[in-house]
């Protein structure tokens, strides 16, 4: 079974916070939405990482970039009442949505993904 990966948890693994020996385990082969991608790209340059060394950065996670399709665009629209009382941007509902899709277990650092009952398996890395 595949395994989807949050923003949260690439960047648990890049930055050597809680969790990252989960998420490092995790990446060769592991699914990143592309929405993630973005996410977690704008995050290394915000933090000063150069665009070159940011690309080559994520290019070394060994992750699968997975493109935004339209059955994801729609499951993730459709999780907005259940996700919104937990705070969940359209990231972290793309991700949901890929590994919703794949039958995925998805990987997170956010706890609040802990109590979502989307009929998929959530883990909580830290």
Known sequence: ????L?????LAAIYCEAGCDVA??????????????????????????GEKLAR????????????????QAQIASEMIWQTRPHGLSLGD?????????RGATVYTADRAWANL??????EVIR
Not at 6 to 10: G, I, Y
Not at 28 to 48: M, R
Not at 117 to 122: T, Y
């Open 1 to 4: 079974m595949p395994n989807v």
């Open 6 to 10: 949050d923003s949260s948890a690439v």
């Open 24 to 49: 490092a385990n995790l990446m060769e082969g592991g699914l990143l939405s592309c929405v993630n991608l973005v996410e977690v790209h704008t995050k290394l340059l915000l933090d000063g990482v």
């Open 56 to 71: 080559k950065q994520i290019a070394n996670l060994g992750c699968e970039i997975c493109p935004l399709d339209a059955e």
């Open 93 to 101: 509902r793309s991700c949901l949505a890929l590994a919703i899709q």
């Open 117 to 122: 009952s989307l009929g998929i398996k959530v």
